[in-house]
């Protein structure tokens, strides 16, 4: 399989986890067997890293409340910012978790049901953790795009539905 | 008095009235006037022009960028082009004298036959084709004489059938590959044996670069780049289908500078210039677009593949086009003409496509299926296909 039939393949199914195999291996002129091994092959080498749906944040109770959460770490030595890192990504609150580059070393999306559970989380996990020096909490109002998915409704312009 | 009783006759100039009418238009119209149909009818993309380049055409406009511009259009986006061309097409134009802004490509055929024909002027293109190349070449005064392509030649233009088709008279050859209807695309070897043929008997080839871009295998240079070409080929293009701007209008022409010429002198004293929002947004298109453009092509290739694998499922016999956006199934299976497939294949399925006659006298064979329309809107049409062919099979 091609370099290019590999990408194409990866970037088809991260904008639609849900296509059905033969729809995909048709769509791409590839035989089906060969699109399974090669997604397969993904799955296990963690080249596909998991599926996930994008949903609006308030269809689900508990989690319709966000927070971007930039912190600033004392890193240590051997593990750098790794093994902090990893201890906040497995709060089930934290779902995204992100060494950044500039003012501050780790940005966390965290979701709870209200601004309260959201903010009990900050003050009786995050904050007190041993080797965090600052933080900084920016509530999430309004999300205007997700992953390449624009949220809010489509304009209703409609083209010609004939023309030569 | 009905006031059409008092008007005189042949106020309409002969060869306009003499124009067939397109009828095409009442399936269109009817088309138009039903809710909720599934189109595989449109020829244009189904994108929305790129965001950075309607962002660019909103800053110009608030910049308060709305006069005219130089009649040739604006020379930075002829230099853009000219740069274009060469890295794309593999031939080199002089951006001062060798390019000119149309308002779109149609506008820039239309020029290139105005200055080219004298009355009675044989010009040869190749059918099926886009509706308006017999009627330009007619409103020019040109004799058209359209060569047909076959399905069983892949749709492509023999070049034997050309010189078979070029008398005294012939001025002129129009391509147009990839090709709408057909999608069919030129090799490069065929490319080489038609400019062998336009120099043979002196010909201008006008070559109509549309869709290009939208080319899925390996591309080959334009005609106008063969040896021997330059000075007689005009290469006709625009920002249409590849960059989705159909509704800016931007188009150009490049060739020798004669031609060019000519061409300008008829647009300065009927179009004045192309509109200049669309000018900067075309610009904008050249430098920073073609990451957009590749999106859009690679969404157009998984489309195509699967709309021509379930046409072939259905039992429609479908070859996979080289280029552009149309699939053309052979629907003989079904018993029926293209215009009585269309018409009941809307009746009954709401899906609408358009019966080949629109683009050649003998398009009863085939539809033009449009794949510029959202992966969702194709297969639900194609469920609707295959239903409406399932009761044909059961009917037969």
Redesign the interface.
Known sequence: MTKESKE?IL??IQKNARINLS?LA????LPEAEVEAFITKCEKDKTIQGYYTLIKPEALEGRSVRALISVSVQPENETGFDHIARKLSKFTEVTDVQLMSGNYDLLLTVVGASLHEVADFIATKLAPMNGISHHSTHFMLKKYKEAGFQLEDKDDYE?????? | MNDSQSLPKGRIAQHISDLPKSGIRDFFELVLSMDDVMSLGVGEPDFATPWGIRETAISALEKGHTSYTSNLGLLSLREEICKYVEVEFGEEYNPEKECIITVGVSEALDLALRALINPGDEIIYHEPCYVSYGPVIKMAHGVPVPVITEESENFQLHPEKVRAAITDKTKAIVLNFPNNPTGANLTLEQKKELAAIAIEYNLIVLTDEIYAELTYDERSISIAALPGMRDRTLLLHGFSKAYAMTGFRVGFACGPADLVDAMMKIHQYTMLCAPINGQEAAIEALRNGRKDMELMKAEYYRRRNYIVNRFNQIGLKCRMPEGAFYAYPNIEASGLTSEEFAHKLLREEKVAVVPATAFCTNGHKHIRCSYATSMDTIQKALDGVERFMERRKAKN
């Open positions: 194409l970037s088809t729809d048709i769509q791409l002129n083209r010609l539905s004939v023309t030569p």
